[in-house]
Structure formats: structure tokens, C-alpha cells
């Protein structure tokens, strides 16, 4: 495509999820099943009392603040592709430390509560918002690091003993670990804390030659929220930015 024709597109895809993120929207109720989540909305938002808005996956699939500020810091700044953005817990703290963010989410209910959520952080114009498929978008996208949160399949993810990659959605994590890595071997993936560790490492050995790989565990008030793997430059803390 032309350079004009893929800035007109841009800009038109802009133009959309602004009028998207203006309109009004109507609050769900806080429901019995998100009413344990809304009692840690501190640890998730804390900026919640400012305005945060929130849908029901929006509140169990939010990385809590301390864990995305984490993630936030090995990103090193540069630009960051946050490919399953949700209502923005990861994509806010990247813009906070790094220069830009693409944030990508295939929900336009979710894109208009992260730009919400981001605006309550003053960090609104650090973000470009895009609707659409990760899959569909990546092979046009460049970015210095790739941070991946795919959705887990709900809160039953818990009752499985060992969380294996097929049962990430809307592929399974070797697919979208692939997808990622034509954009770049910096790649961030947030996981279950019950994810096969050893499928986890077999993701770096699909690179030649095989990615630095670092697993971490997450935690919120020495709660385990989730695992953390970082690859390439983000497992050195310092991707490469070029
Ligand atoms: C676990 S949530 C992300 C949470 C996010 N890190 C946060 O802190 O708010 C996963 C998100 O992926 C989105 N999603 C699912 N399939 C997608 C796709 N093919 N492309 C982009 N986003 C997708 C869902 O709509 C959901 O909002």
C-alpha cells in the first residue's frame, strides 16, 4: 500500500476509535462475580476513585498495577506493541515509562474503557488505540518489544492443575508466540501461574538461534497472580533498541 494510503487509513482508524471512546457509555452494575475483584480495585487501578472504568472480562483479566509497572520497566523504552490491550492495565504503564505504545484490542468496548483508563493517567496521547485482530495486524506493525496478555479462558483457568499453551485464547500460545515474533524477539507473555513451565521454555527454541528466556513469578501482596516470561532483550531487562 502507498505511504498515503496507509497514513489516510491510519488516520481514519484513529478518527474511528476516538468517536468510539467519546461516546457515552452505561456502567455495568458490580455483579456477585466481579464483586471480589472490585474489592481489590486498588491493586488493579490505584487511580480507581478518579474515574476508571471497567467491564465484567475488564475486571477479572486486568494485570494488577505492581505487575504491569514490572513489566513496564523491562520494556526500556522505545515502542511497545500491547497486541490483547483489554481495558488498558499493562498499556497504561508502558506509556507511563516508555515512549509509545500500540495498543490492540479486538472488543471496541474494551479500546473505549483502556482510552478512558488512560485519560485518568494523563497518558492518553503516549497510546495509539487500534480495534482489530493482533493476528490480522501484525505482519504490518514494528515495534521494539511485544507484550502479550492473552485472554486464559476465564477465572476457570485456576482449576486446571497444569495450564498447557493450546488452552490460551484465541490460539494457542505457540501461534500467537510465532505472530509475535515477526515483529521482534522482545517479547513480554503474561500467564497463568499454573502454566506448563516447560512449554514456556520450549517457546525460546523456536527462534534460531533460541531467545534468552527469564520466567518470573507475579505477585500481588504475596498473592502468585500469574507467570511472567520475558524473551530476548526484555529477559536482559534492556531490549534493543535500533
Ligand atoms: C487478558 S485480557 C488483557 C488484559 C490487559 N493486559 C489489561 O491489563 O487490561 C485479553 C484481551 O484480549 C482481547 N482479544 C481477544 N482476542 C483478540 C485478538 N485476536 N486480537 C486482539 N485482542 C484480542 C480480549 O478482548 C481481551 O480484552
Known sequence: MARSARSKKRKRSKQRVKAIAEEPFNEEPVGPLVEKYWLQRYSLFS???EGIKMDEEGWFSVT???IAMNHAQRCGGGSVIDGFTGVGGNAIQFARMC???VAIDIDPRKVQLAYNNAKVYGVEDYIDFVIGD?????TSLKGDAVFLSPPWGGPAYRTVENFTLDLLKPKD??????????ITPNIIMFLPRNVDLQQVEE???LSSPPLNIEIEESY?????KGTTAYFGGTALGKPDVS
Not at 493482533?134 to 501484525?138: E, Q, R
Not at 501461534?175 to 515477526?182: G, N, T
Open 203 to 205: 517457546l525460546s527454541w
Open 64 to 66: 494488577p498495577e505492581n
Open 173 to 182: 500460545g505457540y501461534s500467537i508466540f510465532q505472530v509475535a515474533q515477526k
Open 220 to 224: 500481588v501482596h504475596c498473592n502468585l
Open 134 to 138: 493482533f493476528f490480522k495486524l501484525a
Open 99 to 101: 515512549y509509545h505504545v
Open 47 to 49: 487511580r480507581y476513585d
